[in-house]
C-alpha cells in the first residue's frame, strides 16, 4: 500500500529506502508512535494552515501543539486550520496521511524547532499506512523546506 508518487519523489531523493509500510493505521499521532515502536514525539505530524489566503504546511513533533501567540508572531495571522474536507484537494493527500514531500509547489513547507531534539523523525509517507524515517536534516532537505520556525508549545523539557 505505497503511494506511488511519494515513493517515486523520495527514490529521486535518495530516500526510498526509508520508506516504511506498517499493517495497521498511522493516521493518528497514537497510532503512527505505536507501530513504529517510537514515543509520540518522534512523529512529525504535518498541518496544513492558511496564510494570506495561501496554504502553508508546518511539520512539527508528534508532542507539540500550536501556540497561537507564537504563530501569529512569525506568520502575522492567527493559525487557521485547512477544514478536514479541503486538506486532499489542496495538499494531495488524504488526512491521516498528509507528508511533507511533493506537495504543489506553491505551499511553503516549514518545520518547527521541536523536531530538532531527536536523532530521527517520522512523518506520513503519503497516506495512513506507510511512514518515512529521516533525521531532521533530512527531512528538511527532502521536504524542501523554506525554514525553521518555533510555534510550538507542550513540548518544552
Known sequence: ??????????????????????????????HAARQLGCSEAEIAKTLSFVVEEKPVI??????????????????????????????????GFAPGGVCPFNVPKEIPVWLDVSLKRFDFVYPAGGNDFTSVKLTPAELEQVSEAVGWCDVCKGWEE
Open 1 to 30: 500500500m505505497i503511494n506511488e508518487k511519494v515513493f517515486d519523489f523520495l527514490k529521486r531523493k535518495g530516500f526510498s529506502d526509508r520508506l516504511r509500510v506498517h499493517k495497521e493505521t498511522t493516521d493518528t499521532v497514537e
Open 58 to 91: 508546518i511539520v512539527m513533533a508528534g508532542d507539540g501543539r500550536v501556540n497561537s501567540s507564537k504563530f501569529k508572531a512569525y506568520f502575522h495571522t492567527k493559525p487557521s486550520m485547512i477544514s478536514r474536507d479541503k486538506v486532499e484537494s489542496i495538499t
